[in-house]
């Protein structure tokens, strides 16, 4: 599955994909920390606007990054996030580590 990605003025927006299951956190996770690094990255967010599943490897993936961009002084925030997603963002305790930004 081809994932998309939107960069601009050290911004780099992932559009997160219908399902994130290990396969696809492995593929983001790794498409995602290449383009961090090769454009000099300094925001990140995660779009989920397209997302209907996510499963602990996806959490993995947002909490790395977190952890990656924290250590360069960057941040990371996601949008779009219906309420499934929401309930796992709660659940997991991701909303009190990224910015949830509003419609």
Known sequence: ???YYEREDGSLTVFMPKEIDH???NQL???TDLLIETYHVRHLVF???KTEFMDS??????I?????LG????QVSAKNLNE?????FLVSGLQKIIKIEEK
């Open 71 to 74: 250590y360069q002084g960057g």
């Open 23 to 25: 396969h696809q956190a």
């Open 1 to 3: 599955m081809q994932n």
């Open 84 to 88: 499934r997603i929401q309930k796992i």
């Open 47 to 49: 779009d989920f606007s």
């Open 57 to 62: 490897s996806g959490i993995g993936v947002i």
């Open 29 to 31: 996770r790794m498409e």
């Open 64 to 68: 790395g990054r977190c952890k990656n």
